[in-house]
């Protein structure tokens, strides 16, 4: 990607929280971004509904919109329209979004439209907005191969491949690395409690595994549900953690011995890279072909829920084989390096830019 020069920063404008305590992974990814643009180059209107992540808070060249209960639609959209930025980047599905389009459509609004797609394209979660972020995008990204494939597939759209970093700040291995004859070994799940993560899978695991820790961190609908659940396994090895901001998170990763995580929808998930920055080999799903983990290498990637029991008892019983992955997972997570995947996405918004003026 070419990164073009011109006479004034290029103007973006994104429906994203710049809040330090907001964990949502499509907001986290956007504030590793913003935070790493040139404020002599790049001019950045976010939300924020709390106190700002510092790095944003002083960073030059950025408008941060309060983002309050009631009225938001109206009042942010003045922010797309005078003046109308340069790009608008990321959009959602909310009622700001489909404004903008419907307004953008009509109206000679001189904005380009950079769609980045983060769940597998199918014909649930290409329908409605999504798909008219997709069909009525400048230019489409999406953040794995497999993501690419099936936007491409769906839409006849060709996207850019751009992946999602890890934060080092919270996201690093044990010093001195991993103890291999550890008394206690700790399995973690991190995510949010929703069907399709079936963390039920997880608490079934800890019933056949008593003297194994298992540590769950995250909130959602079918919390309850697996807090029941481990209840009637008996399972006392089981740890409900709640919602843990990024530093939270870190420490109970390095705290562990393997990540598991059998969630059978997503895009890319930040999590697994996460996992691996922090040493610890995955066992995950392949249905979603996830590049954060190297197959046999740096953790395990099954086919089928048949593979999973066998492939997390491999690491359980082995402390040998965990000490290995883990080492090879660090490894590889350096290849998703924020300040070159920043890089990536400004060279893609300044040409992006110099189109629309040419």
């Given at each position: 990607?070419?990164?073009?020069?011109?006479?004034?920063?290029?103007?973006?404008?994104?429906?994203?929280?710049?809040?330090?305590?907001?964990?949502?992974?499509?907001?986290?990814?956007?504030?590793?971004?913003?935070?790493?643009?040139?404020?002599?180059?790049?001019?950045?209107?976010?939300?924020?509904?709390?106190?700002?992540?510092?790095?944003?808070?002083?960073?030059?060249?950025?408008?941060?919109?309060?983002?309050?209960?009631?009225?938001?639609?109206?009042?942010?959209l003045k922010h797309c329209l005078f003046p109308s930025p340069d790009i608008y980047f990321f959009p959602r599905s909310g009622p700001l979004d489909r404004a903008f389009f419907d307004l953008r459509k009509y109206l000679p609004i001189n904005t380009a439209l950079i769609t980045y797609i983060v769940m597998l394209m199918n014909e649930v979660t290409g329908a409605g907005l999504v798909s008219r972020s997709v069909l009525e995008a400048d230019v489409v990204c999406a953040?794995?191969?497999?993501?690419?494939?099936?936007?491409?597939?769906?839409?006849?759209?060709?996207?850019?491949?751009?992946?999602?970093?890890?934060?080092?700040?919270?996201?690093?291995?044990?010093?001195?690395?991993?103890t291999a004859l550890s008394s206690i070994v700790t399995v973690l799940y991190a995510g949010s409690f929703q069907p399709r993560k079936r963390v039920e899978l997880v608490i079934e695991q800890a019933a056949r595994w008593p003297t194994v820790q298992f540590r769950l961190a995250g909130r959602g609908a079918t919390e309850d549900g697996c807090k029941a659940l481990a209840e009637r396994l008996g399972c006392q090895n089981v740890f409900f953690l709640g919602h843990l901001d990024a530093a939270r998170l870190g420490e109970e990763m390095r705290g562990a011995d393997v990540f598991l995580f059998p969630s059978i929808l997503e895009g890319h998930p930040q999590v697994l890279v996460q996992a691996a920055a922090s040493g610890l080999p995955v066992v995950a799903m392949n249905l979603y072909r996830p590049e954060y983990v190297i197959n046999g290498l740096s953790g395990f990637l099954v086919e089928s829920d048949t593979e999973l029991g066998p492939r997390l008892a491999s690491l359980l019983g082995n402390p040998t084989l965990r000490q290995s992955m883990a080492t090879a997972a660090v490894q590889h997570s350096q290849a998703f390096d924020w300040d070159h995947i920043a890089r990536h996405w400004a060279g893609i918004f300044q040409e992006v830019a110099a189109r629309r003026e040419a």
């Open positions: 990607m070419k990164t073009h020069h011109r006479g004034r920063p290029v103007t973006i404008f994104t429906p994203s929280s710049a809040a330090e305590n907001n964990t949502n992974a499509q907001n986290l990814t956007v504030k590793e971004i913003v935070a790493r643009l040139s404020p002599e180059l790049f001019r950045v209107t976010m939300l924020c509904e709390h106190t700002p992540d510092p790095r944003i808070a002083t960073r030059g060249n950025t408008n941060l919109v309060p983002y309050t209960k009631h009225g938001n639609t109206i009042r942010l953040n794995s191969k497999y993501v690419s494939d099936t936007v491409r597939e769906r839409f006849g759209v060709e996207p850019i491949t751009v992946y999602d970093g890890v934060d080092h700040r919270f996201f690093f291995p044990r010093r001195g690395g991993r």
